[in-house]
């Protein structure tokens, strides 16, 4: 860490603040005394010490990391790829998996009928939300318990694990049978719920905040894994801005980021990055063609009739040939 | 509602999709014959119309809302503003609130002396952290359940009353005696943790999101108050942009916004909006010009050694020039 | 375009309302009358009916376009893809056109060098910025007038026509020679240079702005298209977020929604929109996934003492590994 | 300037790039050798250095500007306000001048009358628009050469100096009577419109750009300044984020900004920040309680047949109020 002072400190009050530093936070300070200011440079672990602390004293002019604030997350510290094994499949490590299903439960017939389909284009996993996180306290809020119940149904009809959104420490025990829970981006920085799945030891597939940077992404990834569970999958969603054609703006950059910084596995939601139905496929493949590992994709098999987020919902026919031309395109890239 | 048909769909599945929404939603549906284009008018209570359903039609081109999907909040329902009183203070209809105290609540000494001299300058009540949402889980994580402790004692001994913030809906319990309870940006659209406090009937001081809309914050105020709970407190505390001087951008549009579309009490935290200390003064005159209800002000005897936000805090001797301004032009407003 | 009317407005301020409009712009107005609001419904060509105009009224509640406000740039009246060609060379319509060069044009040697290298890679086109925008005025401005001279020199050389910035109407006539003229992102809403340019009839490599819209930029090339010159390529190059990581966010999603609105070839510029010379390969591969008709790739031979933007710039070795992924990807796509 | 380098760089390259950045430079270079990385200081004037050129050197990790980049607006080195006098008129200072007027001229009764009023009503200066930047190139263009005679025929019959936009460097000359040549936000960074209006040495409004920094308003001021002409006025007009109830997000936090790191007069537009006629008011009196040295309002008396920006135009008499609320509370905070 860096600390630029302001200028004309004088030499006791650096001494002290160097001291005070060293102290606190355990580390070991260097001094560079230049003509116009004094920048001070920490030592050791510096992951600990407080920049907001550290910028409120008065002598302090700006401070700059040089150490990413992330340990676990971080590939510098676990230089292979991170690869979590569910039921049999992998995720992470240059293998493609596909999350695939609707964005509502709704009922048996819908989520098996969706589930065998999905399956049988080569998803490897089925979504489907139970528990539904809405803008409006007067839009359906999911079947909540009784959508788990659909979904393992499913389940052990088809032989795909399953994934599911979790929206409450109060519900983690409902989430026993599930195979990989998923935080969605509005509680990306539910820092409590986070730490309580770090205790459950299952996959966590951690979607990107609406407004949130990758550095803050990672950062809520190292709350789940310092709280002892290492299963956590990143999910690139598309992040708020000024453009209004698209629901969310797809990051495609964030997907080689991640990779670079991080060793775990990454995966891309084009449906909610972009609302749009057509934009599916076109965002799939640039998804995989950035480096993702993986997809997860809304689909319906009556999308006008889906009780939530249907105009982004694809249907099984379509996902058909989108996950086709993925597998297509993820061999071609193998290739080069 | 207005929904906007695609070019050349037939007269025979118009009427279909009319009368589907007519049977699912209980409304009446006009039909306009354009050359181009044809219009559907949706009439009576469309607050419960999913507009993502609607628009995942294939017929359909575009959807506008007329009503706003907010009702308890929206001031077309309740034109009189709302006051909400605590322990004999008033927030909301033309009163200044202002609230302050310290980021986190450090110990007995801090938070009692920090709440002498801002009640001193005219503080209404005392904030301070006891739970804290924290980026890094390697930070200080707040006291916890010793700090809502203190902020009893502090109460105790001032009579102030107390705000501070709640992280998980498994901690409701312990805010038994807080007297209102802040929800953080953070969280604001952590819905089940909104409508658990909908059950509660304490006043809710409620954050905007770093990067929700105005009507998203309305939304979720309107969680709470279906739940059965109407005192919310709506509170400006910046969202995220491209400007990185400061560190959020304070909208201070959305004060008059929020008082023209909804009833409810509006506050401002120049000291979130801004990160920096020098620009609270600033920051809360203007919020007070704007119309705002109130303030919350981050204050700290000792920012430079505050266990969080310290380059936002101003002194208690800050504090003091920044109160008697904001009252003197508070007073100089009301004569205009 | 349809117009919502506020509640309880009388019949005849609706009739001259709509007499008004039906005479200032030529277009005929159906009203219908609902039970709480009245909408107005205006056919015919409304691309000249001004919005802001129309919401200024008092009696307006809210205005929405039903038809696109582009007329040239519209796929709707121009189903089939433009296809540009330059000294031989097509963009657009499913071929990859690679545009390959410096950011700044320094000397004879390097642009010549680089000129070769890029060729020999594959590109099609060389560019090099002659009139450099810069934030600083005492940052390195270009060679200006002899940049566009050396460019010619590097042209005669490797017969690759050249792409570069104009900055000023008052340099039109320097770029004569030059094959295509690029409108930077800062220039996008230039609207007096777009007009001098539709009238040169060159083609346009129209950059993105850093904050605007899609339709703001089909908007932009419409200013072109409708001064007379319909050869007009589309650049998407990132846009301006709160993500600091990257120097802008590559919004990839916009070259699926710029092909489908409109029939103007686009390109991708993954060196701006990430900045950092990594990046460029995995970014290249997204955008031609995602059906890109060709890229801009900044190519230097010594990064480190590059006049401007080395950092985002690739040598010539790593540029042949990127052109030659870019073209088999592309020969992939094909087969599926 | 801060470098730090990455780690396990040799002594011997570091010492070779240490010795090119103070010979390309005439900088001071120090280094500071760490544990795990090596800093670089770099003394003297560092505004010629180019941040880009180091950071894409190989040995470096990051870069950090110590000294601001603008020099002739910085208040570092001139620490009192500037004050610009207009044909008796003082922007800056301290004082408060109130710019109004319509946004487009129509002709001579709508400029001449419009300016009656609003002078009555205390502005100082008449803003009108006779060349219009505007989305589309379907929309009304202004009046253009004629518009900047009738507004030349408003100031004779009320004496008020007169503020209008310029688009084109070709223009020039027909604003040699115009006491204020106004740069609009989408030519914040025209940068060769900026040098051709510092060689002027008229007073230059400099409009912040939708998504610009305040760092970068403040490097156009400079480009202005530094081409000899130190008249430049900021003006804060709202900038571009994800918040659609706002034409555009009024950073109000930029006006104290703004004042604290230039000596430049600073005013603020709440007719284009907001985009909607009542909120005029409230953030008018919000910048002047930030500490704005001015306002620019648009005023129309027919606003529903404006030829442009109806929306956000205030009548005269609303202007009345306005000024008059405005004068009166900048009474009050002098008091303070």
Redesign the interface.
Known sequence: M?I?LKDGIGKDKIKSFSDELSRDYGV?V?T?F????T?L?L?GDT??V?I??V????IV??V?R?QE?YKKANRKFHPDDTVIEVAGRKIGGGNIAIIAGPCSVENRDQICGIAERVKAAGASFLRGGA?K????????QGLRAEGIELLLEAKKQTGLPIVTEI?????IDLFADVDIIQVGA??M?????L?ALGATGKPILLKR???N????TL?SA??IM??GNEKVILCERG????????RN?????????FK?LSHLPVIVDPSH??GI???VE??S???????ADGLIIEVHND???????????VTPDAFDVIAK?VF??KK??A??
């Open positions: 860096i630029v070991k260097n560079w230049g003509t116009h200011s920048v440079g030592i992951q600990s407080d907001e602390r910028q409120a004293n008065d002019d700006t700059k040089v604030p528990f996180p809405r803008t409006s306290p007067y839009s359906f929206m409450s420490i109060n519900h509005r509680n920085q539910n820092f409590e719920l730490k905040g609406l407004a940077t990758i550095e803050e950062m190292e709350y310092s709280a992040v708020r801005t000024f453009e209004d054609y698209t703006t797809l990051d495609i950059s964030a997907v080689p980021v670079r990055a972009s139905d057509w934009l076109p965002l493949l640039s998804a995989v063609a950035a480096g999308p006008p009739h889906a009780l939530s987020d249907g105009a982004q919902s031309k297509h395109l071609a890239l290739d080069l």
